[in-house]
């Protein structure tokens, strides 16, 4: 018998899943600030929502103190990733205007 996960735990495991999908990204490039947010806060010892809160948090950071080393698809990763944990703690997902580096915002 295969047990299924709760929909909660399958979010935690996509959040995991881009964590991952970072930290590798970010190796091969040898992006050390972006990696240095994400070991941070990640790997998660736990699920709870403080924990989710603080790597959603820490992203946020990133994202806004140094996206200029964050290319498109980072920074929409970083996005999915806000988006996946406001829904996990519990927070509407705030609506954000996606700009190109250099880009200055309307």
């Known amino acids: 018998m295969m047990a299924y996960l709760s929909e909660r735990e399958n979010l935690i495991e996509q ?9 590798d990204t970010w190796c091969e490039t040898r992006n050390v600030t972006s990696l240095a947010y994400l070991m ?29 080393q964050l290319d498109e698809r980072g920074f929409r990763t970083l996005c999915e990733m806000a988006d996946l944990i406001d829904e996990l703690v519990g ?3 705030r609506t954000v205007r996606l700009v190109r580096v250099g880009e200055v915002p309307e």
């Not at 959040?15 to 930290?23: G, P």
Request: glycine fraction near 2%.
């Open 15 to 23: 959040v995991n899943a881009i964590c991952l999908r970072l930290f």
């Open 40 to 68: 941070h806060c990640w790997p998660l010892i736990d699920s709870t929502p403080n924990a989710l809160r603080h790597l959603g948090e820490t992203m946020r950071d990133l994202r806004r103190h140094h996206a200029d």
């Open 91 to 93: 927070r509407p997902a």
